[in-house]
């Protein structure tokens, strides 16, 4: 149940910018929408994350929809050490034991390759 | 401050052998968490534990056992190993104040456990 939808995979120029969509048109008024990064099967990396406004931290920009049913994760000048795959993910942020509090669903991802 | 330190790296075990899967945390995080990833597939949830004391199922609980004696440390039990159960594993921890996620907050991952079972 990741709740989101994302292509299967994605290239970009180096020194381009990298922008990957994510679908989450079922997500609710108190879920996040995070996104991680896998680089060669290492632990996932955080990059950003965002409830409604749009969010920029040194790594990118996350950019939401007024509706929230979409997002665009974007790393403005991409680099060969960007290529990995990109999760976009929606969290529950809720108070409790026993409810789907702090899970991390995710989908098999984006693979962003960035070619010289 | 070390982050997320998972031990053994890499591991093969025979069918119906047991053995435990270390974690453990230096950042004082109160939520631990151990995900299990299957070859080109996305992580799934194994457990989890909101504290000292506090461990629930995840999605795919089926096989593992985990306790949770100290705040540190978050060790993942696999009893009877079955080739099922072949993967690589990732634990993982967060900060949430009050056990309140509105924030938002960060979970850190490990660099995982590569198990093989044969």
């Known amino acids: 149940d990741a709740k989101t939808t994302q292509p299967t995979s994605m290239d970009c120029a180096e020194g381009r910018a990298a922008n990957l969509p994510c679908n989450h048109s079922?997500?609710?008024?108190?879920?996040?929408v995070y996104w991680y990064r896998q680089i060669h099967s290492q632990g996932p990396q955080y990059i950003i994350h965002g409830l409604k406004n749009n969010e920029t931290n040194e790594m990118a920009s996350l950019i939401i929809t007024e509706d929230r049913k979409s997002s665009t994760l974007i790393l403005p000048h991409a680099t060969l050490r960007d290529t990995a795959v990109y999760y976009c993910?929606?969290?529950?942020?809720?108070?409790?034991?026993?409810?789907?509090?702090?899970?991390?669903?995710f989908g098999r991802g984006t693979q962003l390759t960035v070619w010289p | 401050n070390a982050g997320v330190t998972q031990t053994p790296k890499f591991r093969i075990l025979k069918i119906g052998q047991s053995m435990t899967l270390q974690c453990a945390q230096d950042m004082n995080h109160n939520y631990m968490y151990w995900y299990r990833q299957d070859p080109g597939m996305g992580l799934k949830l194994i457990y989890y534990s909101v504290g000292a004391g506090i461990t629930d199922k995840g999605e795919v609980p089926n096989g593992y056992n985990v306790s949770r004696s100290t705040t540190e440390d978050f060790p993942l039990r696999l009893e009877l190993a079955a080739p099922s159960q072949t993967s690589v594993y990732f634990c993982?921890?967060?900060?949430?104040?009050?056990?309140?996620?509105?924030?938002?907050?960060?979970?850190?991952f490990g660099e995982g456990s590569w198990l093989t079972v044969v």
């Open positions: 079922t997500i609710s008024g108190n879920e996040y």
């Open positions: 993910i929606v969290r529950v942020g809720s108070r409790g034991r026993g409810s789907t509090l702090g899970r991390l669903y």
């Open positions: 993982a921890s967060s900060y949430s104040p009050g056990g309140d996620l509105g924030s938002g907050n960060t979970i850190y």
